[in-house]
C-alpha cells in the first residue's frame, strides 16, 4: 500500500512515500537493484553523485519495464560544487550520467563540502550559488523539483531569503534514537518535505533491545518498525538495499504504532557508533 502512496510538493509535483536508497551499492550492481525495487512496486529512486552510481541508476530505469514517467528519481549536486558554473557543469553531468531527458528531483547534498563537515563556514554565498544555478535548470524543465540535504535552520534562512524559488525538501539523517525534532519542525514550518535517510541507523537499531522489543510487540521487523516511524513524523524515509528480500520488507508498513509507544522510540538513546559508516562525513568522520 505504501508504495502507492504519495506526498504533494509544494509546486504540485507528487514524489512516493517510500524511496529506495542506493549509498554504498556499486555502479555495476545498482542497475539489477532498481530493476528488482521497481519490479516490486517502487517508484522512488534516490541516489546522489557522490555515490558514483547514476550510470548505474539510469540503466536501471530504462531496463525496469515502467515508463519513465512513473519514476521519481533523485540526485545530488555533489557537496564540493559551490559556485553557478561548477553547478551547472554538474547538473548536466548528471544529466548525461543518468542518460534522462530531465531528473525529477535534485538536492545540494550538504551545505558544506565534506571535508569541511562541521566546521564553522557554512558557505553561504557558494550555496546561493549552487542554488541559483538550479533554479535556472529547474525553470528550463531540466528538473521537476529542487531541495537540499543536510541543511540546519541558518543554511536554510540562507536560501530562503534570495530565493527564486523556495527549497522543496530537505533530506537529513533521521531515525529512531536521532530524530532532529527541531530542524525537522523548522523546515516543516517552511514548507518543505522532510526525507530521512539512514532511517534503519544501518542496521544498528538492530541491535537495540528496546526497539526489538518494540518490534516484536507489534509483530514486525526491527527495519519495518523504523520505516513506519518515520512516516508517522510525516517524513519520507529513503531505506537502503540491494536485496529484493529486504526491499519487500521494507514496504510491509501497513500497521500504526501508537502515540504512546511512538514517544517511547522518540526517547530512545541516540546511537553513538555506526560501525563502518561513522567514518563517512556525514557521521562527524573525514574520507581517507
Known amino acids: 500500500m505504501i508504495l502507492q502512496d504519495t ?3 509544494p509546486n504540485g509535483v507528487e514524489i512516493p512515500k517510500l524511496g529506495l ?3 554504498m551499492i556499486p555502479n555495476e550492481t545498482v542497475a539489477q ?6 519490479a516490486l512496486g517502487y517508484r522512488h529512486i534516490d541516489t546522489a553523485q557522490a555515490y558514483v552510481n547514476e550510470a548505474g541508476v539510469g540503466d536501471g530505469v530504462r531496463a525496469s519495464g ?7 528519481v533523485t540526485t545530488k549536486l555533489a557537496a564540493e560544487i559551490k559556485s553557478y558554473d561548477e553547478a551547472v557543469a554538474a547538473i548536466d553531468g548528471s544529466l ?50 529542487i531541495g ?8 536554510l534562512d540562507n536560501l530562503l531569503s534570495s530565493c527564486r524559488v523556495k527549497p522543496m525538501v ?29 532511517p534503519i541507523a544501518h542496521g544498528e537499531l538492530l541491535k537495540n533491545p528496546v526497539v526489538g522489543a518494540m518490534a516484536e510487540k507489534y ?10 516511524y518515520t512516516l508517522q513524523l510525516g517524513l519520507l524515509p529513503l531505506p537502503k538495499t540491494a536485496n529484493p528480500a529486504h526491499m519487500k520488507d521494507n514496504a510491509a508498513v501497513d500497521f500504526t504504532i501508537s502515540d504512546e509507544d511512538l514517544e517511547v522510540l522518540r526517547n530512545v538513546p541516540q546511537i553513538a557508533d555506526y560501525g563502518d559508516a561513522s567514518f563517512m562525513p556525514v557521521y562527524g568522520g573525514k574520507l581517507s
Not at 98 to 112: A, V, Y
Request: aromatic content about 10%; glycine content about 6%.
Open 66 to 72: 515502467v515508463p519513465r514517467e512513473q519514476l521519481f
Open 219 to 228: 509483530g514486525v521487523s526491527v527495519p519495518q518498525l523504523s520505516i513506519r
Open 148 to 155: 537540499v540535504s543536510n541543511f540546519v535552520a541558518g543554511d
Open 96 to 145: 548525461q550520467a543518468l542518460g534522462l531527458e530531465f531528473i525529477d528531483m535534485m538536492l545540494i547534498h550538504s551545505p558544506q563540502p565534506w571535508m569541511q563537515y562541521g566546521e564553522a563556514d557554512r558557505f553561504l554565498a557558494g550555496n546561493r550559488e549552487a542554488w541559483r544555478a538550479l533554479e535556472d535548470a529547474y525553470e528550463a524543465g531540466k528538473l521537476r523539483a
Open 33 to 38: 537493484a532498481v530493476v528488482d525495487a521497481v
Open 170 to 198: 530537505n533530506q537529513v539523517l533521521a531515525h529512531i534514537s536521532n530524530t532532529p525534532a527541531e530542524l525537522i519542525r523548522y523546515s516543516q514550518d517552511q514548507g518543505l518535505l522532510v526525507e530521512a535517510y539512514s
Open 7 to 9: 506526498y504533494t510538493l
Open 21 to 23: 536508497g542506493t549509498w
